[in-house]
């Protein structure tokens, strides 16, 4: 009779084919939205775009070219030079990201005075201007970083004792470039001075250099298939992250429509006919679960198989990890709105509280942005969502190549809330009455 309750809600099902094509289609449109609009079609490490970036300043124009070249060869940043006037302007208008406001003399960049940088960012554009503002922060850091190690070991270059004449500033200081080079070529008292004082410099410098290569600690970054993040690895395909979360997102809304099939049965009088039946206490129930994990298996062998077609989503490296996954979160969702559907009394009711649920387990659980990329308390509160265990198996799969060996604890997890929610909800029904309950 399980067979026979199965058959006739495929077939009913399937008789909507306008439904069938948005439920199928539906999950990849979006996908491919999100996919293209964050790294393009796969199989590469998605692309950033150069972020607009004005700089302010006069330097010489080989450093100004050298500057140039290095920010546009980093693929980061798209630079234009111009004066504060125009990047205020730029700025404003949305036409840059930030403005990095560059010091007037860039000789105090190698003088123990303080030196001011600005940075100006767009408030429209958060993301992009933070980027510029943390790898500045960042770049500074290890230049003062440096600053503080070398002054903490030769102090007396960075400063002088008092009253102890700047070689420097008195072998430049007044007269013409004429006489300047004079002192120079006759190698006067200034001359000798600055000579040993930047020797002394040079020295300095390359002990500094010499103490830290090689650096007493080495650092190796390896991902998490462990491979070591040099370009060697698997390349990073966005759709490995979007595309299973999309799933089982719009796969929670399927799931939610098969229980309230019950509701609708219900109104059409299709139900009152199935209760006189020979039916099992349960089978109605069982039935309509059956049908729910079918559906949902079917939906995601479609996604998955259309994700590796068209975006060169990754499968994993186990064949059996993928269809065991699947099973196991359909299985689960066919499961999670059945309490539902016995608690509320019509279809509206049912809707409008499942797509709440719906939407908020997809935002606390790992749908829209990785678990990993939230914060703490929204990573602990996931874990008592049911999708979050699907997110993080099919994450295993597709971004890590986890097998069958590594998933099991999770699958475990999916099924263990598949027969927790088929047990309350067979348990609702009974109390409720049973079939007479159902009317």
């Given at each position: 009779?399980?067979?026979?309750?199965?058959?006739?809600?495929?077939?009913?099902?399937?008789?909507?084919?306008?439904?069938?094509?948005?439920?199928?289609?539906?999950?990849?449109?979006?996908?491919?939205?999100?996919?293209?609009?964050?790294?393009?079609?796969?199989g590469g490490a998605p692309e950033?775009?150069?972020?607009?970036?004005?700089?302010?300043?006069?330097?010489?124009?080989?450093?100004?070219?050298?500057?140039?070249?290095?920010?546009?060869?980093?693929?980061?940043?798209?630079?234009?030079?111009?004066?504060?006037?125009?990047?205020?302007?730029?700025?404003?208008?949305?036409?840059?990201?930030?403005?990095?406001?560059?010091?007037?003399?860039?000789?105090?960049?190698?003088?123990?005075?303080?030196?001011?940088?600005?940075?100006?960012?767009?408030?429209?554009?958060?993301?992009?201007?933070?980027?510029?503002?943390?790898?500045?922060?960042?770049?500074?850091?290890?230049?003062?970083?440096?600053?503080?190690?070398?002054?903490?070991?030769?102090?007396?270059?960075?400063?002088?004792?008092?009253?102890?004449?700047?070689?420097?500033?008195?072998l430049l200081a007044g007269d013409?470039?004429?006489?300047?080079?004079?002192?120079?070529?006759?190698?006067?008292?200034?001359?000798?001075?600055?000579?040993?004082?930047?020797?002394?410099?040079?020295?300095?410098?390359?002990?500094?250099?010499?103490?830290?290569?090689?650096?007493?600690?080495?650092?190796?970054?390896?991902?998490?298939?462990?491979?070591?993040?040099?370009?060697?690895?698997?390349?990073?395909?966005?759709?490995?992250?979007?595309?299973?979360?999309?799933?089982?997102?719009?796969?929670?809304?399927?799931?939610?429509?098969?229980?309230?099939?019950?509701?609708?049965?219900?109104?059409?009088?299709?139900?009152?006919?199935?209760?006189?039946?020979?039916?099992?206490?349960?089978?109605?129930?069982?039935?309509?679960?059956?049908?729910?994990?079918?559906?949902?298996?079917?939906?995601?062998?479609?996604?998955?198989?259309?994700?590796?077609?068209?975006?060169?989503?990754?499968?994993?490296?186990?064949?059996?990890?993928?269809?065991?996954?699947?099973?196991?979160?359909?299985?689960?969702?066919?499961?999670?709105?059945?309490?539902?559907?016995?608690?509320?009394?019509?279809?509206?009711?049912?809707?409008?509280?499942?797509?709440?649920?719906?939407?908020?387990?997809?935002?606390?659980?790992?749908?829209?942005?990785?678990v990993d990329q939230m914060p703490?308390?929204?990573?602990?509160?996931?874990?008592?969502?049911?999708?979050?265990?699907?997110?993080?198996?099919?994450?295993?799969?597709?971004?890590?190549?986890?097998?069958?060996?590594?998933?099991?604890?999770?699958?475990?997890?999916?099924?263990?809330?598949?027969?927790?929610?088929?047990?309350?909800?067979?348990?609702?029904?009974?109390?409720?009455?049973?079939?007479?309950?159902?009317?």
């Amino acid at each position: 009779m399980l067979r026979v309750l199965v058959i006739k809600d495929i077939r009913r099902w399937w008789s909507d084919r306008q439904a069938v094509i948005v439920t199928l289609l539906l999950p990849l449109m979006l996908t491919a939205v999100l996919g293209i609009s964050f790294g393009g079609f796969g199989g590469g490490a998605p692309e950033i775009e150069a972020i607009p970036l004005a700089l302010v300043g006069d330097p010489p124009a080989l450093l100004r070219e050298q500057l140039e070249r290095a920010l546009r060869e980093s693929g980061l940043f798209a630079p234009v030079w111009c004066d504060s006037a125009e990047a205020d302007r730029l700025v404003r208008k949305g036409e840059v990201r930030a403005a990095v406001l560059l010091p007037g003399d860039l000789q105090q960049l190698l003088s123990p005075e303080r030196v001011a940088i600005g940075v100006w960012k767009d408030p429209g554009s958060v993301l992009q201007a933070d980027i510029v503002e943390q790898i500045l922060r960042r770049g500074l850091k290890r230049v003062q970083g440096g600053e503080a190690v070398y002054l903490a070991a030769w102090p007396a270059d960075g400063f002088p004792a008092t009253g102890e004449p700047d070689p420097f500033g008195d072998l430049l200081a007044g007269d013409s470039l004429a006489a300047v080079w004079r002192r120079i070529r006759d190698g006067s008292a200034e001359a000798e001075a600055a000579r040993q004082k930047f020797e002394a410099i040079l020295d300095h410098q390359a002990a500094l250099i010499d103490a830290f290569d090689p650096p007493a600690v080495a650092l190796t970054v390896v991902d998490r298939t462990g491979q070591e993040a040099k370009g060697v690895g698997p390349s990073t395909n966005m759709f490995d992250y979007i595309l299973p979360g999309m799933g089982i997102f719009f796969l929670m809304f399927a799931a939610a429509a098969a229980a309230g099939d019950l509701h609708r049965e219900r109104a059409g009088g299709t139900l009152r006919r199935l209760l006189v039946a020979p039916l099992g206490s349960s089978d109605l129930l069982v039935g309509k679960w059956l049908f729910a994990m079918l559906n949902g298996l079917l939906q995601l062998v479609v996604l998955f198989a259309a994700g590796r077609l068209l975006f060169r989503m990754s499968l994993g490296p186990d064949p059996l990890a993928l269809p065991l996954a699947a099973v196991a979160t359909s299985a689960m969702l066919a499961s999670l709105f059945l309490p539902l559907a016995l608690l509320t009394s019509n279809e509206k009711q049912m809707g409008s509280i499942s797509t709440g649920v719906t939407l908020f387990m997809a935002m606390v659980g790992g749908n829209f942005i990785n678990v990993d990329q939230m914060p703490a308390v929204l990573q602990a509160a996931g874990r008592f969502t049911p999708n979050y265990w699907a997110n993080r198996t099919f994450n295993d799969i597709a971004v890590h190549g986890r097998g069958v060996g590594d998933i099991l604890p999770r699958v475990a997890v999916l099924f263990g809330i598949a027969a927790v929610m088929l047990a309350v909800a067979v348990a609702i029904y009974r109390r409720r009455g049973g079939k007479a309950g159902l009317l």
